[in-house]
């Protein structure tokens, strides 16, 4: 039996359990509390009328369009629309997502790729192959 060596290394930085799905909204909770300010990428567009709240990042190329609201701490990533009048709060939505029509988002981890029209995700990890790994509420998700 070939015999191999291990070393203990101490660990002081911030630590997060990943056994169970909702697990996923403590690590976000840990991205989202780095966030300062609101920082908008050069080549996005928010409309006049969105709403920014709070400690918000927006993404290269994301469209926020007119009536919807982001309350920080939030994420908006690359190429992901936020609909009119749609709602996200406390959450991370990643890349190339929709976020449609009078859609809310709250306390919601959505990965890359996810659609979402006329809804309410709501304390909710979710995938885009339409896994729902939280609590999801009334989503009618395309995908």
Same mark, same amino acid.
């Given at each position: 039996?070939?015999?191999? +060596? !291990?070393? +203990?290394?101490?660990?002081?930085?911030?630590? $997060? =359990?990943? %056994? !169970?799905?909702?697990?996923?909204?403590?690590?976000?909770?840990?991205?989202?509390? %780095?966030?300062?300010? %609101?920082?908008?990428?050069?080549? =996005?567009?928010?409309?006049?009328? =969105?709403?920014?709240?709070? #400690?918000?990042?927006?993404?290269? *190329?994301? %469209? +926020?369009?007119?009536?919807? =609201?982001?309350?920080?701490?939030?994420?908006?990533?690359?190429?992901?629309?936020?609909?009119?009048? &749609?709602?996200? *709060?406390?959450?991370?939505?990643? $890349?190339?997502? $929709?976020?449609?029509?009078?859609?809310?988002? &709250? *306390?919601?981890?959505?990965?890359?790729?996810? #659609?979402?029209?006329?809804? *309410?995700?709501? #304390?909710?990890?979710?995938?885009?192959?339409?896994?729902?790994?939280?609590?999801?509420? #009334?989503?009618?998700?395309?995908?």
């Amino acid at each position: 039996m070939t015999q191999h +060596v !291990f070393k +203990v290394v101490p660990y002081r930085g911030p630590w $997060n =359990a990943l %056994k !169970f799905p909702w697990h996923t909204l403590d690590v976000m909770n840990y991205y989202l509390s %780095k966030i300062s300010g %609101k920082i908008v990428a050069e080549s =996005a567009f928010v409309a006049p009328s =969105a709403t920014l709240i709070g #400690d918000v990042f927006i993404g290269e *190329r994301a %469209k +926020v369009f007119p009536g919807a =609201a982001i309350v920080g701490p939030a994420y908006i990533g690359a190429d992901t629309i936020v609909g009119n009048n &749609a709602l996200v *709060r406390q959450s991370m939505v990643l $890349n190339h997502c $929709n976020v449609g029509y009078t859609t809310e988002v &709250a *306390r919601s981890y959505v990965a890359d790729h996810c #659609d979402m029209h006329a809804c *309410r995700v709501l #304390d909710s990890a979710c995938s885009r192959r339409g896994e729902l790994l939280g609590g999801l509420h #009334d989503c009618q998700s395309a995908h």
